[in-house]
């Protein structure tokens, strides 16, 4: 399993929220690229970048991420707001590894059905979730489906993975909830990428071992609570 660095960005800043509340943030860092480099300098070889402005309606940074994709030759996955096909094509057309798609997503399967076939393997279904339901809208309310219903819905589709964030322990570095967890990968009929409360290489050796494909880690790693560079085998489980 790999772990992933999250660069989660609001105001065209990288931050760390608590549990996705804005004027929760416990990091503030100036320059997206800079964060960046710094990661794959310490030996990340996968990123995981936020548009926390796009997801809340403000101005995107979605050239900021693709300078990040270019400039330094990374896979990266990106997310927030992305809510159009022309976006999704131009992100693929500028190299991005995989795009996230979260709101409308779940609200819209013909769309989702729709991007998935269009870009077979480079989707990633966000099912945030939270109170054991599906968070949407930057996490500030819930979805209609149902988590079981939703798995039945992208049963079929050629998604790459199922990006999971468990708001409930998200930001907290408290540690996962381990039953959330290993029954989420175990229903999910998609590859599951999964993220929220990762704070200890246990952490990671409990969702490598639920069969998580990765582990999206941010706040923890911020403030050196986890240090996956210093691995036996850095950043991989």
Known sequence: MRIIPAVDVLD????????GKPGSQQIVMPDPVK????????GADYLHLVDL????????????????????????EIGGGIKTVETIDDLVSAGVDRIIVGTKAVKEPDWLADVAERHPGRIVLSMDTKDCKIAIKGWQESASISIQDMFDRICDLPLAAVLNTNVDVEGQRKGIDRKQAESFISSCPAKVIASGGVTSYDDAVILSKAGAEGAVVGLAMYTDVIRPWEWEIPWKV
């Open 12 to 19: 065209h800043q990288v931050v760390q929220l608590v549990g």
């Open 53 to 76: 402005d796009g997801a809340f309606g403000k101005e995107n940074n979605l050239e900021v991420f693709k300078k990040i994709a270019k400039e330094f030759d990374v896979p990266v």
């Open 35 to 42: 964060v960046a480099g710094m990661w794959l300098d310490k």
